[in-house]
């Protein structure tokens, strides 16, 4: 069980909504810095522990400077993430590129950059050296297929299109060490938004014991294994967030059983964790419309699934806070809905909610990552605006509401198609 919180009173949204007009995501800064600090905390027996930001998580400068003034870096998997990176200051080794399908172009700036190349496929190790050349530094996505099952999200191992399966790890490695690489790394994830953090301890043990096996058979020492996202947050009231001094001292139990007697210590270890960062921490604030009753009662918001749109791809569950009316009974069942021609463009199906009038501003919780970052402009949706709530209690417009002129400004009109 968790308190599902919203860090400012109706009042003040209301304040803030003068400035601002809704739809738009609101992000709690001092939480953000405070939970970043509770990972670093967890995992502090780890000499270089670093958590590599999912920048697709929640991709806006702010948010990844206030990240990279608790010390964590930026994981990346694109030239746009890359770039983002780099106007921030994140650069070096502080940058992990762990893409898939990647464009030849995109390894070569990630290697401008210094970036740690993390390499989803045997095939890519081509491409690599004929468009980037090879690094001293390079990592692979292991894919252990049936020795591991995934979750919902990211489905089963052996179904899923990412990593280096088994049967080419060893042979992954030892072609990189025949083409000079020197310092090599290890990276998986094979589960998203999870919950049991039993499953990221066995995770690691997973890792460790491939150390071991690329030690012992083909005298690769590994620098760092890198255990991926995919920690999960508590979207439900009835949840818990994963324990992460817990998945810590597991790991560690397994670090000294496994690592240190085949003298492997020190080997780094490190996430690259997007959802648990900044997940919690960010709320989509819309305005309720209309109230229909049809067979069942609808409540039209202002947001649609272009602002947020996990629970119609996932069929996640979202909290939602009438603002004010905290207190007041659930005696209501609704369909909260946004205005979009598409029957999954809901935030949430019989949901037992106080009285809704038109009017009421709600706070959709948990959209601090893989919130606004997954908008689109289907039906000729505008994506919204991002807020910051400072920790010094006041807001700053991060990111602007998109307008009509952002919408046209990639249009070209058949009156304009003789010039070039
Ligand atoms: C999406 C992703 C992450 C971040 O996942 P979260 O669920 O946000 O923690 C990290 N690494 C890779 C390779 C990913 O694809």
């Known amino acids: 069980m968790h308190e599902k919180h919203v860090p400012v009173s109706k009042a003040q949204l209301e304040e803030i909504t003068r400035q601002f007009p809704t739809p738009f995501h609101l992000y709690d800064e001092q939480a953000i810095r405070e939970n970043a600090r509770r990972m670093l905390d967890a995992f502090s027996w780890i000499p270089g522990f670093k958590n590599y930001f999912a920048v697709k998580a929640c991709p806006n400068p702010k948010i990844m400077s206030i990240l990279k003034e608790e010390g964590f870096g930026a994981d990346c998997s694109s030239l746009p993430e890359l770039m983002l990176s780099e106007k921030v200051g994140i650069t070096g080794e502080d940058i992990m590129f762990t893409s898939n399908d990647t464009p030849p172009e995109e390894f070569a700036a990630a290697k401008r950059l210094g970036a740690v190349i993390n390499l989803d496929d045997i095939g890519h190790i081509e491409t690599l050296e004929e468009h980037a050349g090879i690094p001293e530094l390079i990592s ?7 020795a591991r099952t995934g979750n919902v999200i990211i489905g089963e191992p052996t179904e899923a299109k990412y990593g280096v399966p088994r049967e080419n790890i060893l042979a992954a490695y030892r072609i990189m060490k025949q083409n000079g690489v020197k310092r090599f790394g290890l990276h998986t994830m094979v589960a998203s938004n999870e919950l049991d953090g039993s499953y990221f301890v066995e995770t690691a043990r997973m890792l460790f014991e491939l150390v071991v096996e690329l030690h012992r058979k083909e005298g690769i020492r590994i620098e760092f294994i890198n255990m991926g996202g995919g920690i999960g947050i508590p979207n439900r009231p009835d949840q818990d967030p994963v324990d992460l001094k817990t998945v810590s001292a597991g790991m560690k139990a397994l670090y000294n059983q496994i690592i240190v007697p085949e003298g492997l210590d020190p080997l780094n270890i490190v996430f690259e964790c997007g959802r648990m960062i900044t997940g919690p921490y960010g709320w989509l604030v819309s305005r309720v419309r209309h109230v229909a009753e049809k067979y069942k009662t609808y409540v039209g918001l202002d947001a649609t699934m272009a602002n947020l749109m996990r629970p119609a791809i996932y069929g996640a569950y979202h909290h939602i806070t009438v603002m004010g009316k905290e207190d007041m009974p659930c005696s209501r069942i609704y369909d909260v809905t946004g205005s979009l021609c598409e029957n999954n463009d809901k935030f949430a199906i019989d949901r037992k909610l106080p009285e809704i009038e038109p009017g009421d501003l709600v706070a959709i919780h948990d959209t601090g990552a893989h919130g606004y970052s997954m908008g689109f402009n289907y039906n000729g949706k505008l994506r919204s605006a991002e807020l910051l709530l400072k920790s010094d209690g006041t807001v700053q417009l991060i990111r ?21």
């Not at 692979?140 to 049936?146: A, H, K, V």
């Not at 602007?400 to 070039?420: G, H, K, W």
């Open 140 to 146: 692979f996505r292991y894919n252990p297929g049936e």
């Open 400 to 420: 602007r509401a998109e307008t009509e002129d952002d919408y046209f400004a990639t249009l070209r009109f058949p009156e304009a198609e003789t010039e070039v």
